[in-house]
């Protein structure tokens, strides 16, 4: 029997949005905006893509009108009322009422603010002006969207079959890997795919099998609105934009620019406790961040090994708990730097027993479509949607990895040098 | 929008019938009945099931009851309006109504005779008996069902990822399987996979991938009803069974005997021309077969090399041919037993240019589904549905491969001695 009216109705699509829900983005999110809606509202940060994968043209895969039509149905979304009952009412990492009722009134009431979008060299500047709390929302939209896009692009011209037989590959290639990683003891692992995602349902489809293939060693989606839809935990911490914004807001004094990225641990613990202090130490280089860290950030509950080599990270914070008293059994390590199944079997190898291990999986679990079509053209890219500047100057990130330094040269020079950074080693950016 | 009508129909199914049209069989089913319609029609021929691969104990895998409800749902089918105009109005082989209004209306009638079933030592012990044109009928559908309520015994406790995954799997290796067929010039394949499909769904995808990987180097599929739905040619000639019973009617005389192989050709070819005029000369060994066949024999279009070591039976046909006069370039040969990529590249490679060249693909294609389960569980058998006996005595096949063997022992022996075949060699049965 054929459902007429469902027909007709997909027939008026005029579009098929990828981002449907101002919950299809990072858990995080969510968490850095309250902060950020508490202390600095007003802030004015620009946020802008950048493609560091520069041999694929984006700009020429994906269809100019198109992208500003999907980004126009971003800004015409809002929060449901089921979406705010469920920030209201359901419990994350263990604990009621995280959002406070006059953040979610606010996240009600919130709105996308307007993107200016031109092609440069064959790729899209698309940047986001305005204040803080509303610009740091596009990150993740504007990157699932681009990335969406292209995918789509490539597959518009493949047969029925050869798409079936597309999607069955990669089913049966996130199954083994699902398989391989089912092995490990103690494995805690997470999806932390929505910005470089294939698609929603990929995504989506990639959680499921990972409810199912994992059980409890599944410990959620870093995606809001699919873990509300498939009732998982939603999890993830915060990010580089914090310590990049507080340090822009702190440039006329060098000292305070030392102290910014602590003063974002010292908010973030006002605001957040248990398994959410979680230290993000890379934005200027790890070593020195620890080294001259107050004492009680090393009783925070864990680390992000973000940008440094994993297993050099990870030895580097056992060694620095151990400086400070603390014992790293009871610790959390969580990575997530272009983790795929080898990387991940190789760091709960050397260090499982020794802290507390959770694994954020991104690109790699939800778009991994190497090698599955012709001239690798769904092979994931580095996109990134980054903040550039803070109330009109540049914003700069450092990193480990001085592939992913973000800022004018000038003032990666000068926060070389406030933040005592020597030369780094330059590693390749898979993804 | 949910239809709440289809679902409640779902609901409501008593079973999901695995066999639901009288056209759910093989095309040569069809050929084969119309010749026996007009010859033999009271004949009394009992077929019965034989599982060669006794490892596999089906009665243990296969419920009794569910078993009966799918065989007791075939003979509630009748040919319906719409197949019988396509029977009558469809070209079959270049031409139109090759079945004549009798048979048509003799098959609108027709209602699956009843089955005798038992259990032995772990199998079924299935058995039709009646008149020939009714219980050949029973052949496709019966191991169809058997086969299928395999693959649903063993699938049913899988989760629903599991399950995709699977089916991920096996439709990526049907897909490489054709990729590398592609590569074949001249390349003529067609489906003969119903008897031993893993399922209808399986099969009717495995066409359809074929159509779309293969285009035009697709030539058909054995199964009427998929044929019928998706528009393409239905294929296939004549079996074993054809001169199993015309020497069985000729058990009196040893001369009779001997000529009843040919008989069957001569009655065929009054039925048939064209690309229908294929030999199958295994029953009784075919080396005496071609050795003693009547000149008229080799002015026929082509042979099907079915038990025969596939190389070694493409040679003895161009060296049959050429002794006879005809040009091997001209014929057509037909290899059909256990295919599968790797010897069709084979046989392609030794014959293509010296013979024109096709392929009837059965298990391997709509049933390989090798490995992908614990324990080999959906591992095809070599299950078959053969005459066991001609008015009340036994029938017999010797074929190329001893272990095809069919038959009690003394009744083997005489049909040696008649047909001259020395002791063969045994080679192993895949499928």
């Known amino acids: 029997m054929v459902d007429i009216a469902t027909r007709v109705y997909n027939h008026n699509w005029k579009i098929d949005p990828i981002v449907r829900s101002v919950l299809d983005t990072d858990f995080y999110k969510l968490l850095m905006a309250q902060t950020i809606f508490r202390r600095h509202r007003d802030v004015r940060v620009t946020f802008g893509i950048q493609n560091r994968t520069t041999s694929v043209r984006i700009a020429d895969l994906v269809d100019e009108g198109e992208?500003?039509?999907?980004?126009?149905?971003?800004?015409?979304?809002?929060?449901?009322?089921?979406?705010?009952?469920?920030?209201?009412?359901?419990?994350?990492?263990?604990?009621?009422?995280?959002?406070?009722?006059?953040?979610?009134?606010?996240?009600?009431?919130?709105?996308?603010?307007?993107?200016h979008l031109e092609k440069h060299d064959g790729q899209y500047v698309l940047t986001f002006e305005g204040p803080w709390i509303e610009t740091t929302m596009w990150e993740i939209p504007a990157l699932a969207i681009l990335n969406e896009l292209r995918s789509r692009g490539v597959t518009r011209s493949?047969?029925?079959?050869?798409?079936?037989?597309?999607?069955?590959?990669a089913m049966a290639r996130v199954w083994e890997k699902i398989q391989a990683l089912k092995q490990l003891p103690n494995l805690s692992i997470a999806d932390f795919g929505t910005r470089r995602?294939?698609?929603?349902?990929?995504?989506?489809w990639c959680v499921q099998a990972m409810m199912e293939g994992l059980g409890p060693s599944f410990s959620g989606t870093s995606n809001c609105l699919i873990a509300l839809r498939r009732e998982v935990e939603a999890v993830g911490t915060n990010a580089h934009e914090l310590p990049m914004v507080y340090t822009a807001l702190a440039r006329h004094d060098e000292a305070a620019m030392a102290r910014a990225p602590y003063e974002v641990l010292a908010d973030w613990m006002q605001d957040y406790g248990g398994n959410l202090r979680i230290i993000l130490p890379d934005t200027y280089g790890t070593t020195q961040f620890l080294a001259k860290a107050p004492s009680w950030v090393a009783s925070w509950t864990g680390i992000r090994i973000d940008s440094k080599e994993p297993i050099e990270g990870g030895e580097e914070a056992i060694r620095w708990w151990e400086t400070r008293g603390q014992n790293p059994r009871e610790k959390l390590a969580i990575f997530s730097d272009g983790l795929d199944v080898e990387p991940i079997i190789r760091?709960?190898?050397?260090?499982?027993?020794?802290?507390?291990?959770?694994?954020?999986?991104?690109?790699?679990?939800?778009?991994?479509?190497?090698?599955?079509?012709?001239?690798?053209?769904?092979?994931?890219?580095?996109?990134?949607?980054?903040?550039?500047?803070?109330?009109?100057?540049?914003?700069?990130?450092?990193?480990?990895?001085?592939?992913?330094?973000?800022?004018?040269?000038?003032?990666?020079?000068?926060?070389?040098?406030?933040?005592?950074?020597?030369?780094?080693?330059?590693?390749?950016?898979?993804?």
């Not at 995602?197 to 989506?204: A, E, N, P, S, T």
Request: glycine share 8%; proline share 5%.
């Open 67 to 115: 992208l500003r039509e999907q980004l126009d149905h971003v800004r015409s979304l809002s929060l449901t009322r089921g979406e705010s009952t469920w920030l209201r009412g359901n419990t994350f990492y263990g604990m009621r009422q995280m959002f406070s009722p006059d953040f979610i009134a606010w996240l009600e009431s919130f709105r996308f603010p307007d993107y």
């Open 158 to 169: 493949m047969g029925k079959f050869e798409l079936q037989v597309l999607y069955a590959r």
């Open 197 to 204: 995602r294939h698609g929603y349902l990929w995504q989506d």
């Open 347 to 431: 760091i709960h190898r050397r260090f499982n027993g020794r802290m507390r291990l959770g694994f954020g999986w991104g690109t790699l679990l939800t778009n991994d479509f190497r090698g599955l079509v012709a001239d690798d053209g769904l092979d994931p890219i580095s996109i990134v949607c980054k903040v550039v500047s803070v109330d009109g100057r540049p914003a700069v990130k450092l990193s480990d990895n001085p592939t992913k330094a973000i800022g004018p040269a000038d003032e990666v020079e000068r926060y070389r040098r406030v933040f005592d950074v020597e030369r780094q080693v330059a590693q390749p950016v898979l993804v």
